[in-house]
């Protein structure tokens, strides 16, 4: 992989150090935005694509589905608002002054019914459209997955950092919003090497809200990392697109796969995220990992993300993130996920979200558990 040539912070072992893998977050964040069906959906394949082509021979897989576009203005006393439409959650054109402002907690975004009720009543009472303000610690900005099979409840609903409730809520507010449905494509990249065997799929989504640097940009530093130390194995990385729309690329995947995999190892969110303590930074404590595998065989991948502050789960038949999708396979499945203080926000850039010291821990624990996984997942088999 064209990821560098150390491994550790400034430790010379042939393999990446943390300033290469701080370097691809900023890298896959400097692309923009990471919604699915977009100019810069696309550029961020074409970017994956070529840093693994080390691997060898990558393969671009279409993924199509209806894309939601919407053009909107939100006006507060005249004045336009930042906002972002609720994706597929209104199908029309409205142009209307009787709005409901509300402030909502929407669990980080990641649920993709979490307003349905709000939403709901909303209707109910009459207001012809909603502005949700996100609750966030800071104030921010929070996106909500959707998911393309729901059923939409037709209320124009758009959402805006929460730090604006009080200003909205006293002030005359106006949405204008046309959006509809258009073909749309997405892609899952996938690249495998030449070593001959059942393979590990080493997998990880592509795409987000925003810039995503914590959220999806450190888990695809990791993946190159242990894609790059386990290359002497079969292996087979599977990027997804469609993450954002009820992970959409990897259920694509599934439901084409022929023949299931020996074992998959699925890097999710937020893996290498860092958050303010003190007057210093630490890993955030919210990254779990699950597996299929019993606790009597999974010690040696236990202490691997122990030491990167990861608790495994095991025995897991509920998943967080992914996994849920890759379980459907029947084979062994290890499953990280995590959720930073800016996820699904315009905040989670590279210097807020990681660094290289903390891709160095993460990535190096990662490695050593996926390896015993496989190594616990072939006994197991």
Partial sequence: MNVGTAGGVGEPTGFATGEDLYRIVCEYAALGHHRSGTDRDTATTEWFAELMSDLGEVTTVPVEFDRYEASSELTVDGH????????????????????????????????????DNLIEETRRAGHEALVICTDHPDGELVAINRELAASPSGLPTVLVAGRCHDTLASSAVRLRLRAGLVSGRTANIEVSNNQP???????????????????????VAVLCHVAERLSDRPLTVVATGGHELGYMGAYAWVDRCTEPPARIAHIGASLAVETAVGGGRQLIDSRIAMTTLGISTAHGVAAA????????????????????????????????????PDFHTPSDTPERATSPGALATVADAVHRAVAAFCDAATVCS
């Fill in 80 to 115: 336009p608002l930042e906002h972002l439409p609720l994706y597929y959650e209104f199908i029309g054109d409205v142009d209307t002054s009787n709005v409901a402002v509300r402030r909502f907690d929407p669990l980080g975004g990641g649920f993709p019914g979490v307003a």
């Fill in 197 to 219: 065997g059942r393979r590990l799929v080493l997998t990880t989504p592509l795409h987000g809200w925003f810039g995503a640097a914590g959220e999806r940009g450190t888990g």
């Fill in 305 to 340: 993300l122990d030491d990167a502050g990861i608790t495994l789960r095991c025995d897991s038949d509920t998943w967080l993130g992914e996994g849920e999708a890759w379980s459907l396979l029947g084979v062994p499945v290890l499953s990280t996920t995590g959720a930073g």
